[in-house]
């Protein structure tokens, strides 16, 4: 295992963790939110304002990136840190969830998978050497193994045969990361669906391999919250303590608390930046459409209970002018906003863990959310 | 004549001046340029930003913010720059250029324009007395006279029509003003086109109406660099020395420079913010086309002599990659250097006339600019 890659837990309540996870590049407070910097930037931020939310990690999507600017020039220029100016650690996906759902005539196979980009139609193929390999010319702190996230629904059959594969591109992801293993992390993925002994044959495959983090793929593909939430019920209890669990695409603000409560360490999601973008604001009171009328003449920010400097500064007036005007300065000060509430919500649950009243807070949290 | 309102010229150099006009907001350095913020947001910029570029004062666009927010409802919010976070002066243009180039089904007749928005059809009406009101409404520094911008080409008979017409309005503009002072100030437009004789009789009709500053109007709309120096030419010398001289709707570098050079002192313009969206930079080398290949692998700064923060954290290949994949932050990035870029030159032409040096670094600066 990588020396500098250490993972400390510091409190703990029932089943949810609060700790840290030091990288050569910084600390990461758990349980964490990653913003998605998809195409080399948190859309509509400055990675200083990424930062002053709260943020103490950032993703970076495989696919994009390989396909532009392309990871053999992102090498050459200095890597991905330095290109985009972010100077914290970065987890990288593995590429094989957008290669499903974003490119065109794919073909997939015991070896990997070859698709034609989305972008220009150039043929190019992922295997779990090849994203191992482009990961580490991004510079990933984080890099995940190469799987094949399974679609919902699946038959028991289909789960489990996309399972074997991903498990088997597990063990040639290892292989791939132990020949050049750097100051990187490498992180397993349990698949298996919403199919129990799947799981949790997943995660035994998975536990001899040595890894530094696991993470749940798999959920938030449509089967709503109840259904992901058994399926962490009797996923999470198997889980290696000692390691981070990260609970990939997830989600709403009351997915996050929920998963936490069931020991999920790190989460990353689009909906707080891309909601930013649609005129979507996550509050203590819940979620408000800003380009609702009834907005338009109300000088009172955002969120009464919130601190970051768009509302401080701004009124819903201004707000829902600039998303109705789609002007560029409403995504601006939306995404920072949300983003604000998303690493809020973190820096709560990390509070309540450690101060053993997660339970209290999750209801106090829920029912202020949901309006009632 | 507003008390609050003063124009200091601190030193000059040949025709160019050096100064300061002191409003209840603060001071605005002439040579000014003002970034233009339309919809009551400089395009992509966070307000501190704009600021943080050197700009002491921004300008408004009566015509959008009459069709939305509104102006009733803007004063209802407590004006413009509580709405948008703008501490600092603002100058508010009349709505009669945009109302000929943006809105449908224009009447034009002795009281006013009467038209349909361009946004939702519903029909408006501008003459001299609603301008002057709504400028009022929306909390404006600097108001300006309602006028009819002349076309070019334009004959001497036509342009002669069109600008006796402005003259009639800047006399209702200032009876409108008078009415209901407060701390504005206000400024007339002398038009005549490309025309001598007509651009006398102008500032004829306008200097015995006691105005705060006068505007050239009329210039920057097709006759090309020459003839709008040509016309500068004779008309500066006729222009009261006391009052600030604003150039409308200029300009390139190069025509700032020569406009300076000539007696101007405020300027605005859309086209460091509109370039930087499409990909445009201004630098002391001349533009830069961002999007060309050649920036791809270059991780050079925008401008070698540029202390912004876009040029101090990132090279031109990552700017090349946002742009060309159409993200925000290149909007946000490439706005920031190109107004830092103007406010240096009206920086640099400040210093130059302070030092009665105008004419050197009028050649420098136009020899490095255009590459030679």
Redesign the interface.
Known sequence: MSQSFEFHIKASDGAARMGEIRTPRGIIRTPAFMPVGT???V????PEEVRETGADIILGNTYHLML??GAE?ME???GLHK???WPGPILTDSGGYQVMSLSKLRKISEEGVTFQSHIDGAEHMLSPEASITIQRQLGSDIIMAFDECTPFPASQDEARKSMELSMRWAVRSKKAFDENPGSSALFGIVQGGIYEDLRLDSIAALKVLDFHGLAIGGLAVGEGQAEMFRVLDFTMPQMPAELPRYLMGVGKPDDMVGAVMRGIDMFDCVLPTRSG?TGQAFTSRGTINIKNARH??D?APLDENCECATCR???R??LH??V??E???G??LMTRHNLTFYQNLMANLRNAIGEGNLESFDDTFLKAYSGE
Do not use: C, Q, V
């Open positions: 195409a080399a930037t859309k509509a931020m400055h532009r600017p020039r050459r220029l200095g290109f985009m100016n973008r338009r003449d000088n500064d701004y009124g007036a201004y002018h600039l109705k005007s002007e560029i300065l995504a601006m």
